[in-house]
Nanobody
């Protein structure tokens, strides 16, 4: 069983919205920092948004600030990414990742879900 499984990607038009979800099978899910990353073919994977295990504290890449919202549901072991006002630059494969409390690196990654924004 995969530790993280994303869903919710698809083909949309510029200006549309999408909600990505990531289901985790991790025990002690509430003690993980969670993030969304994205990668466009031929480009480096980039961090998009993160939510801490404590607080929680939410942070966003400048390119998505004000348009994307990350949230978590510890009871359901899920993390979501609400994406509004999408544009062509948001196209890519979106991955969720989990980092255990106190660790520097993300230990768990999903397989990704593709988002294509047509302009």
């Amino acid at each position: 069983q995969a530790a993280l499984v994303e869903s919710g990607g698809g083909l949309v038009q510029a200006g549309d919205s999408l909600r990505l979800s990531c289901k985790a099978s991790l025990s002690n899910f509430d003690l993980y920092d969670l993030s969304w990353f994205r990668q466009y073919p031929g480009k480096e994977r980039e961090w998009v948004a993160g939510i801490s295990w404590r607080g929680p504290i939410r942070k966003y890449a400048e390119s998505v600030e004000g348009r994307f919202t990350i949230s978590r549901d510890n009871g359901q072991r899920m993390v979501h990414l609400r994406m509004n006002n999408l544009n062509a630059d948001d196209t890519g494969v979106y991955f969720c990742a989990a980092r255990a409390r106190g660790r520097d690196e993300y230990s768990y990654w999903g397989q990704g879900t593709q988002v294509i924004v047509s302009s």
